[in-house]
């Protein structure tokens, strides 16, 4: 499981305890069945505690004086995807009810539900209680109480139903923005026009998210869009130009000449541009344009926020 951070927009209606019975039953059955580690959870793990068996993480979750053990089982009960997806389809047929996010946490602890965790890779299993703390963590990654905009909502259900469009509210529950609008207004023309048929599509919807998130998207969503391109069209040509000097110098040399030497995936720039070109056709019906001078210009980098800006940016 992985951890995600979002702003939250909740319902201002009074929450049911009818609906918060329902996902708790939900949620009870999924957990009881037991969870498979995802390959990203597993790596994680792999790299922090090197390789360890089901047996050694469960020492490390029984000794409360572990310094690993808290980010360990924060790492478990972050909602997976596939556990939220699962979900999805009672959480879209609640028709305005609102689960109290305490009362379906009350209803996962009691009685008492063990959580297995399985290794891929024939590691073991590993059974974890569900504490109090622990189901509140879970309940709050799954954010059962965050509003889909009515029209949002429409949307999703006529132009893909089924798993498609609980992955599509997934990805929404999960976006770290409000529901303006405007954002919902291009939510609705990407959804119907972006054409999600393949992972590439997929991606490309995630990474509309991801804009939309930041500060510069709070305006206009298509002047976000051309400023992205034009900031990714500089950081090709300052990858393509820092490459360039590495081939005619080394490392140390340009380093010792004051240079601020930043690594640019090229590639991953311009699948973002293409990510970019496919979202504005879809959306507004032409491409954010980047002109010649604007791919001559070398992005400013002065110092470790510029770089740690850059590396965020193209994560």
């Known amino acids: 499981m992985t951890a995600r951070r979002r702003t939250v927009q909740t319902r201002d209606r009074m929450p049911t305890a009818p609906a918060a019975a329902g996902i708790a039953a939900d949620l009870r059955e999924i957990l009881t069945r037991g969870l498979d580690l995802s390959e990203t959870t597993v790596r994680f793990i792999d790299s922090t505690f090197s390789h360890p068996s089901a047996a050694e993480l469960a020492a490390i979750i029984d000794d409360d004086a572990d310094p690993e053990r808290d980010s360990l089982l924060a790492l478990l009960f972050s909602p997976d995807e596939p556990v939220q997806i699962e979900l999805e389809s009672r959480l879209s047929r609640l028709q305005g009810e609102t689960p109290s996010a305490e009362e379906v946490v009350a209803r996962l602890v009691a009685p008492p539900l063990p959580v297995r965790f399985r290794f891929p890779d024939g590691r073991g299993v590993l ?76 991606e490309c919807f995630a990474f509309a998210l991801e804009l939309l998130a930041e500060p510069e998207a709070s305006a206009e969503v298509y002047t976000a869009l051309a400023a992205r391109q034009k900031w990714l069209a500089r950081a090709l040509h300052h990858g393509q130009r820092l490459r360039e000097q590495l081939a ?21 720039v311009q699948r973002q541009m293409g990510f970019i070109d496919r979202i504005g056709l879809a959306a507004f019906g032409r491409i954010p344009p980047v002109d010649a001078a604007e791919r001559s210009q070398a992005v400013d980098i002065e110092g470790t926020p510029d770089v740690a800006d850059l590396m965020q940016r193209l994560a």
């Not at 709050?140 to 132009?159: K, Q, S």
């Not at 005619?248 to 991953?268: K, M, Y």
Request: net charge neutral.
């Open 248 to 268: 005619q110098s080394n490392f140390e040399t340009l380093l010792s000449q004051g240079q601020r030497l930043a690594w640019v995936d090229e590639t991953l």
């Open 127 to 202: 059974e974890v209680v569900l504490a109090t703390a622990l189901a509140s963590r879970l309940i709050h990654g799954l954010g059962i109480d965050r509003i889909l905009p009515a029209g949002v909502h429409e949307t999703i259900a006529a132009a893909a139903p089924g798993r498609c469009g609980n992955r599509l509210r997934v990805m929404l529950r999960n976006a770290r923005f409000d529901f303006t609008p405007a954002r919902s207004e291009f939510l609705c023309t990407l959804i119907l026009k972006l054409g999600i048929q393949d992972e590439g599509g997929w």
